[in-house]
């Protein structure tokens, strides 16, 4: 098992597909027929359309204060994201418009092809993991400890554990929210 933690600058800022935003990429897996899955965190400033991932699933978080409304043209559904944690899926082929009400947000990504087993989930009390591919903790409020670590997880920090076979257990500190990627085998 690999097991990584540091600080969200450790990845740098690079721009959306469609130049609107900012994102850093923690995680991506690709294979000869493309892309696996990816973790991200998105820094998004302004109202106007997401990227397309055609053939891909989205799941997306909301990652800091404010409020996200995600707009489906081509459905007429509308997602309002305005606590922390909350969380959508959706398809990387729909017509996105997103809407940060005049706020920057931040939103925590995990985009994944079809086949592949993956979620994210919010968390505010102990949890246990069994085995998976890869889980991602994006801590957004409060402290975490990690029963593989003895380093403190803490806001702008986020872990990466890679092809676990055993359990892990992560303990809030205090009133505590965390964001969770998983990829399952």
């Not at 097991?3 to 597909?17: S, Y």
């Not at 923690?26 to 997401?50: K, M």
């Not at 079809?114 to 993991?129: G, K, M, N, P, R």
């Not at 806001?155 to 990829?183: C, D, F, K, N, R």
Request: proline share 5%.
């Amino acid at each position: 098992m690999s097991a990584t933690i540091g600080p969200l600058e450790d990845f740098p800022a690079q721009p959306w597909r469609n130049n609107r935003g900012m994102t850093r990429e923690i995680a991506v897996r690709s294979s000869s027929t493309g892309l696996l899955w990816r973790i991200s965190l998105a820094q998004i400033d302004q109202d106007g359309p997401f990227s397309s991932f055609p053939g891909l699933t989205r799941h997306l978080a909301l990652a800091s204060s404010g409020t996200i409304v995600l707009e489906n043209m081509e459905h007429r559904t509308v997602s309002v994201l305005s606590s922390l944690g909350d969380t959508v899926c959706f398809s990387g082929n729909d017509d996105i418009e997103g809407r940060c009400q005049g706020e920057k947000v931040r939103a925590f990504n995990l985009i994944a092809r079809a086949d592949v087993s993956a979620e994210l989930v919010a968390y505010h009390q102990i949890t246990h993991f069994a085995k998976s591919e890869a889980i991602f903790l994006l801590p957004v409020h409060g402290d975490w400890k990690l029963s593989i670590s003895p380093t403190i997880l803490r806001s702008g920090m986020v872990a990466q554990l890679l092809g676990h076979s055993t359990e892990i257990t992560i303990t809030p500190l205090s009133e505590a929210a965390v964001l969770i990627a998983a990829v399952i085998p």
